[in-house]
């Protein structure tokens, strides 16, 4: 049975990967930050651990207590992440190193510690929730998108350096998908952004409506279209480089190549909403 260690498990994408590779015959160490969503992974008979991305301390203490059960970790899906939405100029360098802290660095860290374990058995799969905004901008998303484009230099860099491996890398790059993104964005905002004094007071107002409304944006595809994905991902001899789900992000990632920059400005700022979205 092979093992597949996933971050984020709590709900969204992450627990979705969880059951439907389990359902595959994977077995998977499910992780979550909070002590309550990793009784809850245990009950579901997961084999679960507190990993907070956020904390080395709980990074290495996760990884020390899942190579004590295994030292053939196939697969690793770095998954776990928040969106953090407001105006750059609203963003203060605290916020945006909160939003590196989990989005980036605890990525990178995890990657660091279970790269020597996989390049001693010359076998293993890393898979990334990128995003659409992990290469195309938006705007009132930069402290977002400035993690997951950093997350793609990242994985592009270290696709060279393991080419002569037989560990691949891949990044899922999804549109709009179903889960609880949008409420923590929420949560993010309210905590980082001073909105009363901000210049897009007014926008954040629509906005807020937006992040709270259970409405789906359009084309949004259920968790599951990124299961397909991550199942391709580890079962195929030759896993792709991207994976990019939803029409919106196959459709990007065609006009980023085609369209000139302040054409592609116009139509990003379109879809962008103004902030208002
Ligand atoms: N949904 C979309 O439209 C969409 C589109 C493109 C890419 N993505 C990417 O898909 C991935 C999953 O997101 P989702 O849509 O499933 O959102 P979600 O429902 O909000 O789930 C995010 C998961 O990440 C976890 N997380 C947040 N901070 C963490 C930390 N410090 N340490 C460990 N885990 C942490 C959350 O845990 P808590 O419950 O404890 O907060 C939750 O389990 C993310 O990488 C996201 O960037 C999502």
Redesign the pocket.
């Known amino acids: 049975m092979k093992s597949v260690l996933i971050?984020?498990?709590?709900?969204?994408?992450?627990l979705c990967l969880a059951e439907g590779l389990r359902r595959e015959g994977y077995h998977i160490f499910a992780t979550?930050?909070?002590t309550a969503?990793v009784a809850q992974l245990k009950q579901q008979g997961f084999d679960a651990f507190v990993?907070?991305?956020?904390s080395s301390e709980s990074i290495n203490t996760a990884i020390t207590k899942i190579f004590e059960q295994t030292d053939d970790l196939y697969g690793l899906i770095h998954?776990?992440?928040?969106?953090q939405v407001g105006a750059l100029e609203d963003i203060s360098r605290q916020a945006l190193k909160e939003q590196f802290e989990?989005n980036v660095f605890?990525w990178h860290e995890l990657t660091h510690l279970v790269l020597p374990k996989m390049k001693l058995k010359n076998k293993g799969r890393i898979i990334y929730?990128s995003?659409v905004l992990g290469f195309v901008a938006m705007p009132f998303r930069g402290s977002y998108n400035a993690s997951k484009f950093a997350i793609e230099g990242l994985v592009n860099t270290l696709r060279l350096e393991l080419s002569s491996t037989n560990i691949q890398l891949s990044l899922i790059q999804?549109?709009?998908?179903e889960?609880?993104?949008r409420i923590?964005a929420y949560k993010a905002f309210m905590k980082q952004v001073d909105m009363n004094n901000s210049d897009y007071q007014s926008n954040y107002e629509k906005m807020i409506k937006r992040l709270q409304s259970d409405e789906l944006a359009a084309f949004t595809l259920p968790a599951a279209a990124v299961l397909k994905c991550a199942q391709h991902a580890l079962s195929t001899k030759q896993a792709k480089i991207h994976y990019r789900v939803t029409f919106p992000a196959k459709l990007f990632a065609i006009l980023i190549r085609l369209l000139p920059a302040r054409l592609m400005d116009k139509i990003l700022n379109k879809a962008g909403g103004g902030g208002e979205r």
């Open positions: 971050t984020g498990c709590s709900g969204g994408i992450g979550a930050r909070k969503d990993l907070d991305l956020s998954n776990g992440a928040y969106g989990t605890g929730l995003s999804p549109g709009p998908i889960s609880n993104f923590n």
